[in-house]
């Protein structure tokens, strides 16, 4: 069986770079990531990235 290994990090180089794409070139002025709330992993990204949590009534969605 092979195991196919994902760099560490992929992932927020991956976010970050969506996120300046959607800024600079589409002149987005909000940025909205839902995450499963059972994954701690998954809930981490949008934290490290400088998102903050929305309001209750949002439920599991960061904003930026």
């Known amino acids: 069986m092979v195991r196919r ?3 560490e990090g992929i992932m927020i180089k991956a976010l970050n ?3 300046q794409y959607g800024f600079e070139e ?3 002025n909000r940025i909205q ?3 499963a709330v059972e994954n ?3 809930r ?3 934290e ?3 998102f903050r949590k929305g309001r209750p009534n949002q439920g599991t969605a960061f904003f930026i």
């Open 5 to 7: 290994t994902i760099p």
């Open 17 to 19: 770079t969506l996120i």
């Open 26 to 28: 589409l002149g987005l």
């Open 33 to 35: 990531i839902k995450v």
């Open 40 to 42: 701690k992993k998954s």
């Open 44 to 46: 981490a990204l949008p």
């Open 48 to 50: 490290r990235l400088g």
